[in-house]
């Protein structure tokens, strides 16, 4: 897999570049990397994309929650084009825009063409847009590529839309604009072991902190263990039937007895089954998780019943 720092990379040949942090590399993103591997294999040109780890706002002390761990990010946007560039944003922050284009694109990267949004800014205070790009294309040597942004029901595409649609439980909106299953990645750590007292042992997640986690609630779910994809619920919440618990996020997978632990577990969310909810007692909780249970798994086979085969509509967006 093709990814390097800054530093570490000064390709021999000249390239193709799209650049942004491209958070959720979702069917906006995916627009321009593609119309960059596109437009370098008409050229015989390297395929680039100069992406941020973080939103460069998360530099400047107004942090935003990412859709994507920043390794998942390199890795999805690898499957795309040759060769990612990871930098990170103090490196290039304080560079004017000129000076960016002409150190980084031009001496370094031997930029033939970029491919941008409509909207893009670059440099210093963002000062740099698509007329400076043009200018400094005609005086060394690059074109520049404009792609429209993707829209749904006349609505952009973005990261932020993405983020709101998440927060709000609105999950098949946020699937639609990403153009895969919203994901979660957690290592599975110790819990108290309620859900095993009460007959459904789930696998208590620890995330990326930086991550967004989506709106309180249950979702019928599928988990990739190993090399395995297997069906189940994920639980998000503030567990308020328990007298002083924890938030917690786990899930449980149907059929397994395997022992989790100190595994990394990938959760696709394919469908909000309903918000986070207080119990008047544990044989009420014990009944809705039975219920759960069953609407998740009428939802599961419904899905699987469209696809090729179990999973095959999320794997194939991965």
Do not use: C
């Amino acid at each position: 897999m093709n990814i390097s720092t800054l530093r570490g990379f000064h390709p021999q040949q000249r390239t193709a570049l799209t650049l942004g942090t491209f958070d959720g590399v979702h069917r906006g993103h995916r627009a321009l990397l593609e119309r960059t591997v596109s437009w370098a294999r008409e050229h015989g040109v390297l395929s680039v994309a100069f992406v941020f780890t973080q939103p460069p706002s998360n530099s400047l002390g107004i942090p935003k929650p990412l859709l994507l761990p920043v390794r998942k990010k390199l890795e999805k946007i690898a499957q795309i084009v040759e060769h990612v560039l990871a930098v990170e944003f103090p490196e290039v922050g304080e560079m004017a825009a000129e000076e960016f284009v002409r150190k980084i694109l031009v001496e370094q990267l031997h930029i033939a063409h970029i491919v941008i949004g409509p909207d893009a800014r670059f440099g210093k205070n963002r000062q740099g847009n698509r007329a400076l790009l043009e200018e400094l294309g005609a005086r060394f040597g690059f074109s520049v590529e404009v792609v429209p942004p993707v829209t749904i029901n006349q609505k952009i595409i973005s990261s932020t839309a993405i983020r709101e649609s998440l927060l709000a439980g609105r999950l098949e909106e946020a699937h639609e604009m990403l153009g895969y299953a919203p994901t979660l990645w957690g290592t599975v750590v110790h819990g108290d072991g309620r859900g095993r007292q009460l007959g459904y042992p789930t696998a208590n997640l620890a995330l990326d902190l930086n991550v967004l986690v989506p709106a309180p609630g249950v979702y019928a779910v599928r988990v990739l263990v190993k090399d395995s994809w297997r069906d189940g619920v994920l639980y998000i919440g503030s567990r308020a039937t328990f007298a002083h618990a924890s938030p917690s996020i786990e899930v449980h997978i149907f059929e397994t007895t395997e022992d989790l632990y100190g595994l990394e577990l990938e959760v696709a969310l394919l469908h909000r089954l309903r918000g986070d909810q207080r119990f008047d007692s544990l044989d009420a909780l014990r009944e809705q998780i039975e219920r759960d249970i069953d609407a998740a798994r009428e939802v599961l086979h419904s899905l699987t019943s469209q696809a090729s085969s179990p999973g095959a509509a999320y794997r194939t967006q991965r």
